[in-house]
């Protein structure tokens, strides 16, 4: 009987100890779920791209469609599954290039000739915008320019073979006797240009109109009676001229650029005005001009 107890004892002590060695874990994977896109899309405006000049191939059989991007001499072929080109309307304030111009030079004007003064030196400043148009070599400008002419002097030459010696009468029939005239002169041009652009050379021609100021002094009366001429005044002396110019540029920089220019215009009345009087001469005026010219671009 003994011996059975003991039996099922160590049988009872065996049975716990394997029931209750630890269990080995099995493995647990955790995956990732990856999504793969085979296409990229990367778009990037060609107007941003420096580069000399860019080129659309042709697309051939077999071959997916490529832009080639030449960048100082040097070509970047670019292939794509698809090529999206995108035309904007051109209007008139797209492909604008804004410029200053200083321009100095010589100029004779008929009037001032017979006052034995042949030539005079002017300044000028003005702002310039031009437009290209139907090819990026080929563009049309205007603008306008304000000249100063830089010799002062105050004729008094009554021997001169002048048309303005003599007496005039106002639009309310007062009499004016000539006295002289200050050749101290400001201008305003408005030009028409056109440009053809050759490697750095730019040629240009066009048209232009010129407002024209000077001062005259004439011998009036005060209106003091008895009615003499006892008073001196000053008139203003304007004229509006007409005219064509050339011009020839040297690109010296990106920006910078430098050239010649020549122009003549005409004029066919001289009108003198002070306050409410005024009165006109009939009298055909001409203006020859030679310069010389700094441009610079500040806006493409």
């Known amino acids: 009987m003994l011996k059975k107890n003991n039996c099922f004892i160590w049988f009872l002590l065996l049975f716990h100890l394997g029931f209750s060695q630890e269990k080995k874990v099995d493995t647990v994977y955790v995956y990732e779920e990856v999504i793969i896109r085979d296409t990229v899309f990367i778009e990037k405006p060609l107007t941003k791209i420096k580069a000399d000049k860019i080129i659309l191939n042709k697309e051939q059989k077999g071959s997916k469609p490529s832009i080639s991007v030449i960048q100082k001499k040097q070509t970047t072929i670019i292939s794509a599954d698809t090529i999206l080109i995108k035309r904007f309307k051109n209007n008139i304030f797209s492909n604008l290039d804004y410029s200053l111009k200083l321009n100095s030079g010589i100029t004779s004007v008929s009037l001032l000739k017979e006052f034995e003064i042949k030539n005079q030196h002017y300044l000028s400043f003005g702002l310039l915008v031009k437009k290209k148009l139907f090819n990026s070599n080929f563009s049309i400008g205007t603008g306008i320019e304000t000249s100063f002419l830089l010799d002062v002097v105050k004729q008094t030459n009554t021997n001169s073979e002048s048309d303005l010696l003599g007496y005039y009468f106002t639009n309310d029939g007062n009499p004016k006797l000539f006295e002289s005239i200050n050749t101290k002169g400001f201008q305003f041009?408005?030009?028409?240009?056109?440009?053809?652009?050759?490697?750095?050379?730019?040629?240009?021609?066009?048209v232009f109109s010129i407002f024209s100021k000077y001062q005259a002094k004439f011998i009036g009366s005060s209106g003091n009676l008895p009615l003499r001429f006892d008073e001196t005044q000053t008139f203003n002396a304007n004229a509006i001229y007409f005219g064509y110019l050339a011009q020839l540029e040297y690109s010296l920089h990106k920006n910078w650029s430098i050239g010649v220019n020549y122009s003549f215009a005409s004029a066919k009345k001289l009108v003198f005005r002070r306050d409410d009087e005024s009165f006109a001469i009939s009298k055909k005026q001409t203006q020859t001009t030679f310069g010389i010219g700094l441009r610079y671009t500040f806006l493409h």
Do not use: A, E, Y
């Open 189 to 206: 041009q408005v030009p028409l240009l056109f440009f053809w652009k050759i490697n750095k050379f730019t040629p240009s021609v066009g």
